[in-house]
């Protein structure tokens, strides 16, 4: 049975400025991305996204990501505590920001880029997808560091179940790693493979919905389900009833796609 470490959220200082590990992790994922849209800008250059329509892209992406996620923490999780302490909503570099939350802002944002660069919605999602399961994984790193989202009690015989003292003293699954090894690493492999050759308009986004959805609603049985919304339930939490809509909008775009120009 291992211990979590408890580490220092603050990685440096400047001066009064503090600099978290969490949004370190944040800017990880937006490097990535970039990183990885240019190799795909590369391997498919007839879709027009350059270096200048990557830093737009990201530019719009960061908003929907910190925007949405912060909204959806607020209304989807904690909407109580926030409403009592509306200035701690803002306090974004203390963690708490929902994936949920921000996939909507970023499909809000993705719409405004591609009206203004009068591509179609799903050339943009298509695009960007695979960009951005690492960004998810550096995100659950965030969350181990920070010390939050937690796992659910563990058999005291699992070889890697984690105590988390500022928790409790009881074994439990280190979630975070799961998600990290899951809707980021294993996503992201997916999706680099299945976008590796042109795919039918939607298909790519429609496989990530998929995939991301069922991997978090899988991770969920192994993570301490937040209240929300419907209430504190072990049987089906918050992220699993977010994650189904995701599931079946991903198969709906794959059979859409089905005879769809490919791209």
């Known amino acids: 049975m291992l211990i979590a470490p408890q580490f220092n959220p603050v990685a440096f200082s400047l001066g009064p400025l503090k600099v978290r590990w969490y949004g370190l992790m944040y800017l990880t994922g937006f490097m990535l991305f970039l990183w990885l849209g240019r190799l795909r800008a590369k391997k498919f250059p007839l879709r027009g996204f350059t270096a200048q329509s990557l830093d737009d892209l990201l530019f ?55 009206r203004k660069t009068g591509q179609t919605f799903f050339e943009v999602t298509d695009f960007i997808a695979p960009l951005v399961p690492l960004g998810l994984a550096a995100g659950r790193i965030g969350n181990f560091i920070n010390g939050e989202l937690w796992g659910r009690v ?88 977010l994650s189904l809509p995701m599931i079946v909008i991903g198969i709906f775009l794959l059979r859409w796609s089905r005879g769809k120009p490919v791209a």
């Open 154 to 241: 563990a058999d005291p015989s699992l070889p890697w179940a984690m105590v988390f003292p500022w928790v409790d003293n009881q074994p439990r699954h280190p979630s975070q790693i799961y998600e990290f090894l899951g809707e980021g690493l294993t996503l992201f492999v997916i999706l680099w493979w299945f976008s590796g050759k042109p795919r039918p308009r939607a298909a790519i986004s429609g496989a990530f919905m998929i995939g991301y959805g069922v991997l978090r609603f899988v991770a969920e049985y192994f993570r301490e389900p937040d209240a929300g919304i419907f209430g504190h339930s072990y049987i089906v939490s918050m992220g699993q009833w």
């Open 60 to 114: 719009y992406g960061v908003l929907g990501v910190v925007i949405g996620g912060r909204l959806g923490q607020v209304l989807f999780y904690e909407p109580g505590y926030y409403f009592s302490h509306p200035l701690e909503i803002v306090a974004v570099w203390k963690g708490g920001m929902s994936f949920h939350g921000g996939f909507l802002g970023v499909l809000l944002a993705m719409a405004l880029y591609a």
